[in-house]
């Protein structure tokens, strides 16, 4: 990709941030709006926890002073709204049978994104030309993405049994929630398999998968976290 086309790509992405970082919290506050009006504090009050959560990113990069690529932004960003805001408050996952299992396939998707970027964070104390086995960073990749989504379920689990939430919600006829759970974790695992094959396949021929290119932006903007790295070059 050449510079020039790089950069309109680059600038692309930041204007989509830009709006998406605009749109979503006007929505949740709209919401937070309606539900004051009509006396519904503690959903107002969850509204504004939403809210919090899903500009976390934004306001963690800039308080640790960590660069997050723009489009893992967007994705983090657009899939935590739809995950709580539209899956919990407006009730996505009743209505729409499909919903949960989109979002867990989403989830293991950019976990295995995540776990891809580990293993070079986990590895700053070596070059950054490193010469890892595609195979093992791809299976990092895809354990690391599985194991977050059992925990995720080991903490819907415990909040159903603990606090009485319905997170583990009845499906195909099945009312203890263990179905949804199993479910979960198979997309889960499908998905955190598709891009960890993506990846592998990329760096087995050599290529440059959008994924490598997240990771070569978050090597170059956070230079500190690779100090190391640099001084060993």
């Not at 949740?28 to 006396?39: F, I, K, P, Q």
């Not at 657009?78 to 979002?103: K, P, S």
């Given at each position: 990709?050449?510079?020039?086309?790089?950069?309109?790509?680059?600038?692309?992405?930041?204007?989509?941030?830009?709006?998406?970082?605009?749109?979503l919290p006007v929505i949740?506050?709209?919401?937070?709006?309606?539900?004051?009006?009509?006396?519904l504090w503690l959903s107002a009050f969850t509204v504004v926890i939403i809210?919090?959560?899903?500009?976390?990113?934004?306001?963690?990069?800039?308080?640790?002073q960590l660069y997050i690529p723009s489009e893992f932004q967007v994705l983090?960003?657009?899939?935590?709204?739809?995950?709580?805001?539209?899956?919990?408050?407006?009730?996505?996952?009743?209505?729409?049978?499909?919903?949960?299992?989109?979002?867990h396939t989403s989830s293991g998707?950019?976990?295995?994104?995540?776990?891809?970027?580990?293993?070079y964070v986990l590895n700053e104390h070596e070059r950054i030309d490193l010469h890892m086995h595609p195979r093992f960073v791809a299976l990092f990749a895809f354990v690391f993405a599985v194991a977050v989504g059992a925990l995720w379920e080991i903490f819907e689990f415990g909040m159903d049994r603990i606090f009485g939430t319905?997170?583990?919600?009845?499906?195909?006829?099945?009312?203890?929630?263990?179905?949804?759970?199993?479910?979960?974790?198979?997309v889960d695992a499908l998905g955190a398999l598709a891009i960890s094959t993506f990846g592998w396949w990329y760096m087995k021929q050599g290529k440059r998968s959008f994924i490598e290119e997240w990771i070569q932006k978050f090597?170059?903007?956070?230079?500190?976290?690779?100090?190391?790295?640099?001084k060993n070059g």
């Open positions: 990709m050449m510079k020039n086309e790089k950069k309109t790509t680059e600038g692309r992405i930041v204007r989509i941030r830009r709006w998406v970082v605009i749109v949740m506050t709209v919401e937070v709006a309606l539900a004051v009006y009509e006396g809210m919090a959560i899903v500009l976390s990113p934004i306001v963690l990069s800039k308080r640790l983090a960003i657009v899939f935590m709204f739809a995950a709580i805001f539209l899956g919990e408050i407006r009730n996505f996952y009743e209505r729409f049978w499909w919903w949960d299992i989109a979002l998707l950019l976990l295995g994104i995540v776990g891809f970027l580990l293993v319905n997170m583990q919600k009845p499906m195909l006829g099945d009312p203890s929630g263990l179905t949804d759970t199993m479910w979960d974790l198979i090597i170059e903007k956070n230079p500190r976290l690779f100090s190391s790295r640099v």
